[in-house]
């Protein structure tokens, strides 16, 4: 398939293309050059923080605070229990 460029520098992708690759309206593309071929990219829409997911390792919440803030408290462990005021 063959293509012309325009003198603003616009290509026109072939309807085939366009239908196989879901090429639509309001699609975005983004163009590199790859060993002295031009490639073209649909930009991925996705959400900054959905982008975030999966950067960490999975972790016990419950385990990680304990390691940072000690054990959870409880009355059997409060030494202090009983010895309010004096």
């Known amino acids: ?11 026109t992708i072939p309807k085939p293309l366009r239908d196989s690759l879901a090429i639509g309206p309001g699609t975005e593309l983004e163009f590199e050059e790859e060993h002295g071929k031009l490639v073209a990219r649909r930009v991925s829409k996705r959400d900054p923080l959905s982008a975030l997911v999966g950067v960490l390792p999975r972790m016990d919440v419950d385990a990680a605070l304990e ?4 054990p959870a ?4 462990l409060d030494d202090t229990r009983g010895n309010r005021g004096r």
């Open 1 to 11: 398939m063959k293509s012309i460029v325009s003198e603003k520098g616009q290509v």
């Open 67 to 70: 390691e940072l803030r000690g």
């Open 73 to 76: 408290w409880s009355g059997e």
